[in-house]
């Protein structure tokens, strides 16, 4: 058994990141790429929280997340995967569970590594884990925390 692409879904949260040891272990024993993905709501799908609604106050909350997302990722894969030999960094907006099984399905990802339980304040990681062991082929290695 090989595992050539693996992907690792982060929210940015400690718990999250108690995941990477087992991400480069394994992407360094098998010479795999590592796909790092972080899910940004749909900010539009909750509506106007106080007052009018206006579409581009949602298109600047969302440009300025994708940006700090960026600046996250590139600071991920600098100070911890320099040593792994591909790592592709991918942005979603939506639904973790779903935009995880959409990227399992569209990089044919050979192997989940994600921890049963994110960011209290970002979303619950513990309900995206168990839809994604139910929903997908793959398998999934769950980090307890």
């Known amino acids: 058994m090989t595992f050539e692409q693996i992907l690792w879904p982060t929210d940015f949260s400690e718990n999250a990141a108690k995941a990477l040891p087992y991400v480069t272990s394994l992407a360094g024993k098998y010479g795999a790429a590592i796909h790092i993905l972080y899910v940004m709501r749909d900010y539009p799908a909750f509506g106007a929280s106080y ?3 206006d ?3 949602f298109e600047k909350m969302k440009k300025w997340e994708t940006e700090m997302a960026e600046k996250r990722l590139d600071e991920l894969c600098e100070n911890f995967l320099n040593a ?3 790592y592709i960094k991918h942005i979603a907006v939506g639904d973790p569970a779903k935009e995880i099984l959409n990227l399992v399905q569209k990089e044919k990802i050979d192997l989940v590594i994600m921890t049963s339980k994110g960011s209290e304040s970002h979303f619950d990681f513990g309900s995206v884990a168990e839809k994604v062991i139910k929903c997908t082929i793959v398998p999934v290695v769950t980090i307890p925390v």
């Open 51 to 53: 007052g009018e609604y």
């Open 55 to 57: 579409p581009s106050d």
């Open 84 to 86: 792994c030999p591909l």
